[in-house]
């Protein structure tokens, strides 16, 4: 049972390019999560997606895209990157039944320069 | 929306110490609370949580407790060994996609 993967794991971009994180996971969940982590700051919400077509704003949207065109599936993808958008994207799937405790993946550290 | 508080940054005992993680939160509907731990190039994992209808919940060597007058819980970890040096974040929400993050603690054990 993989979980939630993440590809890829490392990426250096330059300052306008585009790229697309990866997400997929095996556990059925409907929720699934972008999530980026930045020192001292702990996580902050990205976007997320409550099912198979469905996707919403989180905390700090400004600069991404996201898509669920499968449930298993959640594509993050920059169209401009910036050296503001160096960070570490952590992806992450729940149960919709209830509040309940996140999956994350193992994170992709991104770095635009 | 919801502000989670977490302290101390950086924490530091002796193998065998106890070690306690304290976090505030600012919405009183705030309803479920996890903590997470993460090892250095991973993923945070899900430790311990605990709902607002519970006061306290204990896994082994570690236990949270939830003040909801006083809106703050904290982590407690006995016999601290070296292998819980990681960086342990708190959390608190009401609906699955509203969860806010603490801004992380680092627990370093000294063998």
């Known amino acids: 049972n993989a979980g939630v993967t993440q590809t890829p794991k490392f990426r250096v971009l330059k300052t306008g390019q585009s790229m697309t994180l990866l997400c997929a996971q095996d556990?059925?969940?409907?929720?699934m999560y972008w999530y980026r982590q930045d020192p001292g700051m702990g996580l902050r919400l990205i976007h997320y997606s409550v099912g198979e077509g469905t996707t919403a704003k989180g905390e700090v949207p400004d600069g991404y895209n996201v898509s669920r065109l499968k449930k298993q599936n959640f594509l993050l993808g920059l169209e401009s990157a910036a050296p503001s958008q160096t960070s570490v994207y952590f992806c992450?799937?729940?149960?919709?039944?209830?509040?309940?405790?996140?999956?994350f993946g193992s994170g992709t550290r991104l770095t635009v320069v | 929306g919801e502000n989670v508080e977490q302290h101390p940054s950086t924490l530091s005992v002796q193998e065998g110490d106890s070690a306690v993680i304290k976090c505030t939160y600012s919405?009183?509907?705030?309803?479920?609370f996890p903590w997470y731990k993460q090892e250095l190039g991973k993923g945070p994992q899900l430790i311990i949580d605990i709902r607002s209808n519970v006061g306290e919940k204990k896994d082994q060597r570690i236990a949270v407790t939830l003040n909801k007058t006083a809106k703050h819980f904290s982590l407690h970890i006995t016999e601290t060994q070296p292998e819980d040096s990681a960086v342990y974040f708190c959390?608190?929400?009401?609906?699955?996609?509203?969860?806010?993050f603490g801004a992380g603690t680092r627990l370093t054990v000294k063998p």
């Open positions: 556990m059925n969940h409907e929720y």
């Open positions: 919405d009183s509907a705030s309803n479920y």
């Open positions: 959390a608190a929400s009401i609906y699955n996609n509203d969860m806010r």
């Open positions: 992450a799937s729940s149960y919709l039944s209830q509040v309940d405790g996140y999956t």
